[in-house]
């Protein structure tokens, strides 16, 4: 009795070509995996546009909160012409700014890359604060739409 013979197994030889995947199956694997791409492609896209729209509502939000703080010290909203930057520096000549109310809004852009449109107006409400949307053009639907307080 041979101990090494007993202990050592010979692997059975294969024939040629049975030792991997073929070119059809490859081919069918790649077929599936782009049909499920080709699905789920625009779901995902769909999701990353809804996401910046509802991105550009909470800055709308927050810089809404931090104007009106601007109001509560210094008796006034910021001017047309200061535009968000009053949150961040305070203008020349203002009583009463005790910000900053808001870091970073003198640079402050919507999901998009484009400026927020701020008006400051005479009516009750005291300013707009709008963004245009993924075209940075007035009016729009969808992802397009305006967005604003």
């Given at each position: 009795?041979?101990?090494?013979?007993?202990?050592?197994?010979?692997?059975?030889h294969?024939?040629?070509g049975e030792?991997?995947?073929?070119?059809?199956?490859?081919?069918v694997?790649?077929?599936?995996?782009?049909?499920?791409?080709t699905?789920?492609?625009?779901?995902?896209?769909?999701?990353?546009?809804s996401?910046?729209?509802e991105?550009?509502?909470?800055?709308?939000r927050?810089a809404?909160?931090?104007?009106?703080?601007?109001?509560?010290?210094?008796?006034?909203?910021?001017?047309?012409?200061?535009?968000?930057?009053?949150?961040?520096?305070?203008?020349?000549?203002?009583?009463?700014?005790?910000?900053?109310?808001?870091?970073?809004?003198d640079?402050?852009?919507?999901p998009?890359?484009?400026?927020?449109?701020?008006?400051?107006?005479?009516?009750?409400?005291?300013?707009r604060?709008?963004?245009?949307?993924?075209?940075?053009?007035?009016?729009?639907d969808?992802?397009?739409?305006?967005?604003?307080q």
């Amino acid at each position: 009795m041979r101990p090494s013979s007993t202990l050592r197994r010979r692997r059975p030889h294969t024939a040629a070509g049975e030792g991997g995947y073929s070119l059809v199956e490859l081919l069918v694997v790649l077929g599936i995996v782009a049909l499920i791409a080709t699905i789920a492609t625009p779901r995902v896209l769909g999701y990353l546009g809804s996401a910046k729209v509802e991105a550009a509502k909470t800055q709308i939000r927050n810089a809404s909160s931090a104007l009106e703080l601007f109001y509560l010290d210094t008796g006034r909203y910021p001017s047309s012409e200061e535009h968000l930057a009053a949150l961040a520096i305070a203008p020349a000549g203002l009583d009463g700014w005790n910000g900053p109310y808001l870091k970073g809004a003198d640079k402050l852009l919507d999901p998009w890359g484009n400026a927020y449109v701020y008006e400051a107006s005479e009516t009750a409400d005291g300013f707009r604060l709008t963004s245009l949307g993924r075209d940075g053009r007035p009016g729009g639907d969808g992802q397009d739409a305006d967005l604003g307080q």
